[in-house]
């Protein structure tokens, strides 16, 4: 647990306020990758029990796009932009094939207060982390996702 504290830690990546870069995009995470950070990003789960890279459980604020994340599949997600970039809402599975394992990740699991969307989302990151190569922490504020977590 040594590299919670060895290197400096981008809060859902090396982003700019979501001006040009946005949080939890791929271009934050490359950017931390850049610069030797640890990666802090956030997870929701989408409605086909896929973990995706985003902090809020609603679209309105970083996408053109409304509602809430749990009601579209990973696919939709996957197709809706940040803001006007080129970035999507991405999968943790797709973040952490980029990251590579070259620096550390912190993982914060967002769930809904409700103990069955805790127990898919913690076990769709514990599916994505299985083969990841770099080392990575799972946190949540929320007790039903951490009792649901097992790698």
Same mark, same amino acid.
């Given at each position: 647990m040594k590299f919670i504290t060895r290197l400096p830690i981008a809060h859902r990546g090396l982003h700019d @306020?979501?001006?040009?870069?946005y949080e939890n995009?791929? %271009?934050a995470f490359r950017a931390?990758?850049? +610069? @030797? +950070?640890?990666?802090?990003?956030?997870? *929701?789960? %989408? @409605?086909? $029990?896929?973990? !995706? =890279?985003f902090h809020d459980?609603?679209?309105?604020?970083?996408? /053109? *796009? %409304?509602g809430l994340v749990i009601d579209r599949n990973s696919e939709e997600l996957q197709s809706i932009?940040? $803001?006007?970039?080129?970035?999507?809402?991405?999968?943790?599975e797709d973040v952490l094939l980029e990251i590579g394992g070259d620096v550390p990740v912190i993982i914060e699991m967002k769930g809904r207060g409700n103990p069955t969307v805790a127990r898919a989302l913690a076990s769709g990151v514990a599916r994505?982390?299985? /083969? +990841?190569? @770099?080392?990575? =922490?799972? !946190? %949540?504020?929320?007790h039903d996702l951490l009792t649901s977590f097992k790698k």
């Open positions: @306020g979501n001006e040009a870069v995009s791929i %271009s931390a990758v850049e +610069y @030797g +950070y640890a990666i802090e990003l956030d997870v *929701q789960l %989408s @409605g086909d $029990g896929v973990a !995706m =890279a459980a609603k679209l309105d604020r970083l996408t /053109n *796009q %409304s932009r940040l $803001g006007k970039t080129t970035d999507t809402i991405d999968t943790l994505d982390l299985v /083969n +990841y190569p @770099g080392e990575a =922490a799972v !946190m %949540s504020f929320e």
